[in-house]
C-alpha cells in the first residue's frame, strides 16, 4: 500500500546542491553551492554560499554557478521560484497529478511553490543540481520521500537490490565513525545490512528525532536499471507509527 505525505512542512528555506559528473573523481559528492530564502520583506533570494567548505570543494570539482545566476554576483533576488519550477513538469500536462503521486504528495494538497520544490527535489538528468529541504526547523509528525544516497556504490548492492521490496521496513543510524561525513545517518536493513545513507543535507536536521519521537523508514519503489537501480525510500518522522523510543532503539540493533 502506498503512503502519502500528511504533514507539509514549510521550509524556512531551500539547499542548492551540485554534484560533479559521475565520470569525475568528484561524481560522488553532494555539495551545499547556494541558499534560497525569504528576506525581512518576503523577497526570496538566492545566495552562493561562498567562502564555505563545500562551495570551495565544488568549485574545485568544476562548478561553475547556477546559468540563470552567474558566480559574478553573490545575491539574485529577481525570479528565484520560477526559474527552479522550469524544472518541474508544467501543471498542464496529463500527467502532472502521477508526478505529484510519484512523490507521495496528494495533487488536492495545498503546498506552496517552495514547498513543492523541496518536496521533489527539482532534478534533472545531466546537470548535477537538486533542490533540498533539509527539515532543519520541521516539528514532527511530518513525512517525506527520498531516493537513498549512496546504494549503487554499495559493493553488494545488486545482492542487496533482489532483497527489497516495496512495503519492507528498514532502519535509521547514525554513522559517527564515517569517514566522509560524521553527521551521516545510514539506512538499513533489518540484518543490519547498510543499503546507503540519508541525503547528507538532510541528515542533520534529523538526528535530533532519531530517538524521541523516533524516525521510521519503508521501501517505497526501485527503480532504474539493473546497472543503476535507484531505491526510494518513505520516511516518517514522529506519528503514529513511530512507537517506543524511537527507530534505532526499535531495530535489530537494539540488541547489539
Not at 29 to 40: G, L, M, N, P, S
Not at 69 to 77: K, V
Not at 181 to 201: C, H, Q, S, T
Not at 220 to 229: A, H, Q
Request: hydrophobic share 40%; net charge negative; with cysteine.
Amino acid at each position: 500500500m502506498n503512503r502519502t505525505i500528511l504533514h507539509v512542512v514549510e521550509p524556512e528555506h531551500l539547499l542548492l546542491a551540485w554534484q560533479a559528473p559521475d565520470a569525475t573523481p568528484h561524481g560522488r559528492t553532494r555539495r551545499k553551492v547556494a541558499e534560497i530564502a525569504a528576506d525581512a520583506t518576503g523577497t526570496i533570494g538566492l545566495r552562493y554560499l561562498k567562502g564555505t567548505e563545500d562551495f570551495a570543494a565544488a568549485l574545485s570539482a568544476g562548478f561553475l554557478g547556477y546559468p540563470a545566476f552567474p558566480l559574478d554576483q553573490d545575491y539574485y533576488t529577481s525570479g528565484i521560484v520560477e526559474t527552479f519550477m522550469r524544472r518541474m513538469p508544467p501543471k498542464r500536462r496529463r500527467d502532472y497529478d502521477d508526478f505529484l503521486r510519484f512523490w507521495r504528495l496528494d495533487p488536492a494538497l495545498s503546498i506552496s511553490p517552495l514547498a513543492l520544490l523541496g518536496y521533489v527535489g527539482a532534478q534533472l538528468p545531466g546537470d548535477g543540481f537538486s533542490l533540498v529541504h533539509p527539515f532543519d526547523t520541521a516539528k514532527p509528525p511530518f513525512e517525506f520521500l527520498e531516493q537513498v544516497a549512496g546504494f549503487r556504490y554499495m559493493p553488494d548492492a545488486q545482492e542487496i537490490c533482489a532483497l527489497l521490496h516495496e512495503g519492507q521496513e528498514v532502519y535509521l543510524r547514525p554513522d559517527p565513525d564515517n569517514t566522509h561525513d560524521p553527521l551521516a545517518i545510514r539506512i538499513e536493513l533489518a540484518d543490519n545490512r547498510p543499503i546507503g545513507f540519508v541525503n547528507k543535507l538532510q541528515a542533520p536536521g534529523l538526528h535530533r528525532w532519531l530517538d524521541i519521537p523516533g524516525v521510521r523508514g519503508f521501501i517505497d519503489r526501485i527503480n532504474g536499471s539493473e546497472s543503476r537501480p535507484l531505491i526510494y525510500v518513505f520516511l516518517e518522522v514522529g506519528g503514529t507509527s513511530c512507537e517506543k523510543t524511537g527507530s534505532q532503539l526499535d531495530g535489530p540493533q537494539a540488541q547489539e
